[in-house]
T-cell receptor
Framework: DGGITQSPKYLFRKEGQNVTLSCEQN?????MYWYRQDPGQGLRLIYY???????QKGDIAEGYSVSREKKESFPLTVTSAQKNPTAFYLC?????????????FGPGTRLTVL | DAKTTQPPSMDCAEGRAANLPCNHS???????VYWYRQIHSQGPQYIIH???NNETNEMASLIITEDRKSSTLILPHATLRDTAVYYC?????????????FGQGTRLTINP
């Protein structure tokens, strides 16, 4: 079954702790993205990666870090430096070849800082 | 910095066609129109996209005006499961990874 998986679905973190959100895709997509969504708001881009071992900052990268060691995986770490981390986090992926560059999204991880 | 304008909410009766409008008057000649929807607490779901011609797939139809300044997403036979926020997005053609700019979208409610 092809698609994008994110885990966990819900995550609770104590203030001051780092936490890592998982994103895996088996679509053989080149590019992967992390977005953040706050209640009633649109999506904001945190980081994206077009190729293994390379990634770029999006509009709101401060307090976040990523890695891209494998094509299939793009984990996001929310560090203690992120001042307001409670949000809905969405991972997406897209192909960069041919005509198929549509971004497809995972189910999301809802992070709550206690 | 969304480049589209959509009505904040719409209602439609179950079984009827839902027509969702989108204005994108500043669209450039090579920019695509994409539609996504987001059901509460889920990730956005891709619906359809187009450049100039009308498009149809198993989910919906996309009608783009000749001047490309507006478009309409049509759900031909709406069901209760189509209740969601629908986003119209304008984006440049392929050229590396690109961020999607989601505006406020249209909250579509399908009524029984």
């Amino acid at each position: 079954d092809g698609g994008i998986t994110q885990s966990p679905k819900y995550l609770f973190r104590k203030e001051g702790q780092n936490v890592t959100l998982s994103c895996e895709q088996n679509l053989n997509h080149d590019a992967m993205y992390w977005y953040r969504q706050d209640p009633g708001q649109g999506l904001r881009l945190i980081y994206y990666s077009q190729i293994v071992n390379d990634f770029q900052k999006g509009d709101i990268a401060e307090g976040y870090s990523v890695s891209r060691e494998k094509k299939e995986s793009f984990p996001l770490t929310v560090t203690s430096a992120q001042k307001n981390p409670t949000a809905f986090y969405l991972c997406a992926s897209s192909s960069l070849a041919g005509s198929g560059d549509t971004q497809y999204f995972g189910p999301g991880t809802r992070l709550t800082v206690l | 910095d969304a480049k589209t304008t959509q009505p904040p909410s719409m209602d439609c009766a179950e079984g009827r066609a839902a027509n969702l409008p989108c204005n994108h008057s500043t669209i450039s000649g090579n920019e695509y129109v994409y539609w996504y929807r987001q059901i509460h607490s889920q990730g956005p779901q891709y619906i359809i996209h187009g450049l100039k011609n009308n498009e149809t797939n198993e989910m919906a139809s996309l009608i783009i005006t000749e001047d490309r300044k507006s478009s309409t997403l049509i759900l031909p036979h709406a069901t209760l499961r189509d209740t969601a926020v629908y986003y119209c997005i304008v984006r440049p053609p392929r050229g590396g990874a690109q961020k999607l700019v989601f505006g406020q979208g249209t909250r579509l409610t399908i009524n029984p």
